[in-house]
């Protein structure tokens, strides 16, 4: 038997501060559905890396986001990590409502995915799994293609912290 109490009950909004000093990255998840006028991007913050064989990534998406069943059933998506000047970027596409992502904002891949224009670095997936959890899904995306700078160039990434942006790098 343990001398430990039984811990009572988390308060939400207690735990959500708390998850707010860990500090995260912030990128754009982005997918294309019917050609051009199907481009829909979500800032989320977070993306952690899972496996180097096969190389496999994961992102949440809350449950009830406006495009969920779109976003669920993707078989392609891109990821944008933000540089430090896409807070905006950020900020538009974190909001609820329209995510159609404005023909300023993104390019192409060579494989054809949208990603935000002069991102810090991008990753295209296919989507690995889905898993139900709580109020949100846990997206897989299995790395088909990435794009990044080379070591040599002054890296400065968008990051969240505390509730705000900040400035990740040099």
């Known amino acids: ?32 559905k019917e050609g051009e006028a199907g481009i829909s991007g979500m800032t989320v913050n977070s ?3 899972v496996s180097l064989d096969p190389m496999l990534v994961c992102w949440s998406l809350q449950n009830s986001a406006s495009q969920y069943e779109e976003y669920l059933e993707a078989e ?3 990821i ?12 538009r596409y974190a909001a609820r409502g329209d995510t159609a992502l404005s023909s300023a904002d993104f390019s192409r891949t060579k494989r054809g995915l949208p990603v935000i224009r002069d991102a810090l670095a991008t990753i295209e997936c296919k989507r690995w799994a889905a898993y139900p959890a709580g109020d949100h899904t846990m997206i ?6 990435m794009e990044a ?13 505390g509730g705000r942006f900040l400035t990740i790098g040099a």
């Open 1 to 32: 038997m343990s001398d430990n109490p039984p811990a009572g009950p988390v308060d939400q909004t207690a735990f959500r501060k708390l998850m707010g000093l860990f500090a995260t990255g912030v990128c754009v998840i982005s997918f294309s």
């Open 47 to 49: 993306l952690v890396s």
């Open 76 to 78: 392609e998506f891109a």
């Open 80 to 91: 944008s990590i933000l540089a430090d000047d896409q807070q905006a970027l950020a900020r």
């Open 140 to 145: 897989l995306g299995e790395v088909q293609a």
């Open 149 to 161: 700078p080379g070591s040599d160039v002054e890296l400065r990434a968008l990051g969240f912290f």
